[in-house]
Each structure stands twice: as C-alpha cells, then as structure tokens.
C-alpha cells in the first residue's frame, strides 16, 4: 500500500526491497537469500551474556551517548583492529547503522546543501538526505569493477556539496575501494572542505586477505569523518541493532547531539553483551570468519556448478550473479521477481539501489550465511529455473 498524505520524501514510497522481499518469501515459504541476514547457530556466549546482564544489570536508560564500557571496548576494538586511535569520547552507540546514518545525516546535512552518494546506494541514504532538505546528487558505479573514477566524481562535485557518503565495502557489490581510491576520495574532501559518513558495517567481513583501512585514517581526514560500524554484521546478529559512530571529538559531540533526540539510547543489555564480545580474542572472530568463507565458497561453487556466473567480491554476506552471462535473458527485477515465486528462492535485484533509469539492471544479490542445506537447496532449485527458462 502506498500513502498520499504526508511528507513527499515518504508519500507515495513503497516499502524497501530488502522488506518486500523478505515478505515474499516469507508468504511464499521461499528460502531467503534476499536481505542480508544469518541463519544457523547463533554465537551463544553473546546471547548469554546479554542474558546475564538482562538479569543482573540495570535495565534502565544507559547514557546517550552509550554504556561508557560499550564505547572504550569499541575504541580498543578498533585500536587493535584497524591501528585507529581511539578514545571513548570518538564513539558514539546507536540502534544500529541505519540510526547511526539517520543521526549523521541530521547533524551534517542543511537544506540546500548537495550530498555526493554513490551508486549502488544502500536504500537509506537518499531519502534521509532529502527529509533533511540536501540533494542527493549521486555519482554511479559501473561493471565490472565498480571503481570510483576520479572524473565523474570531480564532475559532480559544485561549489554547495557538503557531504559524501561511502559505503566501503560496498553492499550489495562487495567490492572495496582501493588505497588509491581512498587517497583520491580523501583529496577531494580536503580539496573541496568535504565532511564524509562512512557506512563501514562491513568492515571485518572481508575475504581478500586485506586488513580494513577507513577514510578516516586517511590524512588530514580524522576531523572530517563519521565512521559507522555494526554488532549485527560483526557478530552475526542483526535484529540486535547496535551500531555506533566514530569521529573526532568534536564532530562526535555533534552527532550525539542529533542521536539523543532520534533513539536517546540503546537497549542496555545488548550493549553489555556487545562490550563483552568485542574484547574476545582473535580466535572467536577467526573462527566465525572461517565459517562465513566457507559458506561463501559452498554458494559460489554451486552456482557456478549451476551454470550461473559469479562475480569476483572481496567482502559482505553477499554474491552477486552476471544474469546475461549465466545465459539469462531477464533483467534483476524479473529474475527476482520470477525466482521466488517459481523457484522459491529470494535475491536482491541490485538496480533497485539505484536510482537512475539506465542503471545496470543485469545482477542479482544472493545472501550466503545459511545452513548449508539451504545453500544447496537454494543452488538445486536456482540450477532448475535457469536450465527451464
Ligand atoms: N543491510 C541489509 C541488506 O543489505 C538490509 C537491512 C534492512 O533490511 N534494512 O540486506
């Protein structure tokens, strides 16, 4: 159902893909390889953690800005992690990246002020960039390397863009950028007195070898960014909702000051258990990375058995099929469309994160942190649409 009253940024909007998909699926009994999310064992010390601190700890309002032992375990996180310099007053807790953006967004952006974004862009950015009265102006990705191309970026850039957003890794290509890149992105910034929010959730979920590198570490960049990162992609569990914003202590007061009147604070039992598990040694991070590569592997290797080409990715839950070159004359939307209601398995189609009439319509996003069963079955069932299309 769409809406007529109302502010036009949400009138007439209808739900994400990520929803809509999720709800075929869930009608039509498909297997869910659409929006991103784990199924399987869920890690069972963090759940008892958050148990225990339900039962034993206060479960009233934690400060807004997060438990102060959420925010020194994220700062040492990714001290270890990512050699950033960190202090508690640089992090900011938040029901989930996606407040964490809406926050951002609400503390950077002022209407009129053009907001640069990337396309493929995660659903979010666009429409909280226009409710805050910016204009998205967006620069697009393109096949097969979805590289940032230093021309169209300086193309777009005018003298009121004030914003970037970076999504890095890139949901739903799973691509990152370069050092390259990133050195170019950071000049432009400078260049053109830029501030950035960086959507990282999918910082540690990488399967190239590389250690994650943020804009912000990049020079002159550590007073111009919001970094934004997730538990639910850290450890696998996403209906939890806790995010955080990493910045400069000055440009992290202001955001804090937009969060405490968006959520105020975050349920304080997660934030316990978070705090917990961020300081477990590499082992259980190691161990749940293997488990993650290995599903990978399983859906590549099968889709390619299938007959479907899989595109090169280096991070996220996420493969992307080439539909044309599996040999499929659809284009995303009817091959998703199609393949959950007669194969019985959801996928994203990835034009619908963009906006732009001639976006690439011709791949499909499948999610590969399932059981294994359902990763075979979901390849069985795909194999059989292609092959009777
Ligand atoms: N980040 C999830 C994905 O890309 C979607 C989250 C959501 O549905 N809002 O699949």
């Known amino acids: 159902m769409t809406v007529t009253i109302g502010h036009p940024v949400y009138a007439g909007m209808g739900r994400t893909i990520f929803d809509h998909m999720s709800g075929l699926a869930r009608e039509l009994g498909a297997i869910n390889l659409g929006q991103g999310f784990p199924e399987g064992p869920e890690p069972r010390e963090l759940i008892e953690a958050a148990a225990r601190a339900l039962r034993e700890r206060s479960n009233q309002y934690p400060p807004s800005a997060g438990l102060p032992e959420l925010r020194d375990a994220v700062a040492a996180y990714y001290g270890r992690r990512q050699r950033l310099a960190l202090e508690r007053g640089n992090v900011v807790v938040t029901s989930g990246a996606t407040e964490a953006i809406c926050s951002a967004v609400l503390a950077l ?9 990337f396309a493929p862009a995660y659903d979010a950015y666009a429409p909280m960039v226009r409710r805050c009265g910016g204009v998205p102006v967006f620069v697009a ?20 863009t004030r914003v970037v957003m970076l999504n890095d890794p890139l949901n ?19 260049e053109h007195d830029l501030l950035a929010i960086c959507d990282e959730v999918w910082e540690e979920v990488r399967f190239d070898g590389r ?18 990162g997730s538990a639910g992609k850290l450890f696998g569990m996403t209906g939890w909702k806790i995010g955080w914003m990493i910045a400069g202590e000055e440009l992290a007061t202001l955001v804090a000051r937009a969060h405490q009147f968006v959520t105020f604070t975050t349920a304080p039992a997660l934030q316990w258990a978070v705090a917990e598990g961020l300081g477990w040694g590499e082992d259980w991070f190691e161990g749940q990375h293997a488990a993650r590569a290995a599903q990978r592997a399983r859906l590549q290797g099968g889709l390619a058995e299938a007959g479907f080409a899989v595109m090169a990715n280096a991070a996220t839950w996420f493969v992307c099929v080439d539909l044309a070159a ?20 959801a996928s994203i189609p990835v034009s619908a994160l963009y906006e732009e009439a001639d976006a690439p319509k011709g791949f499909a996003r499948l999610c590969f942190t399932k059981p294994d069963a359902q990763i075979d079955e979901a390849v069985a069932r795909l194999g059989r649409f292609r092959a009777g299309l």
Do not use: N
């Open 141 to 160: 990705l393109r096949p097969p390397g979805w590289g940032y191309d230093e021309t169209a970026i300086r193309a777009a850039i005018s003298a009121r």
């Open 172 to 190: 739903p290509m799973g691509t990152v950028a370069t050092p390259d890149e990133l050195a170019m992105l950071a000049r432009l910034c400078l």
């Open 211 to 228: 250690a994650h590198a943020s804009l912000l570490g990049e020079p002159g960049m550590a007073d111009r960014v919001v970094k934004i």
């Open 109 to 117: 952006v002022q209407p009129g002020d053009e907001v640069l974004l």
């Open 326 to 345: 599996s040999g499929i004359a659809l284009d995303d939307t009817a091959f998703s469309e199609r393949a959950v209601r007669e194969a019985g398995v």
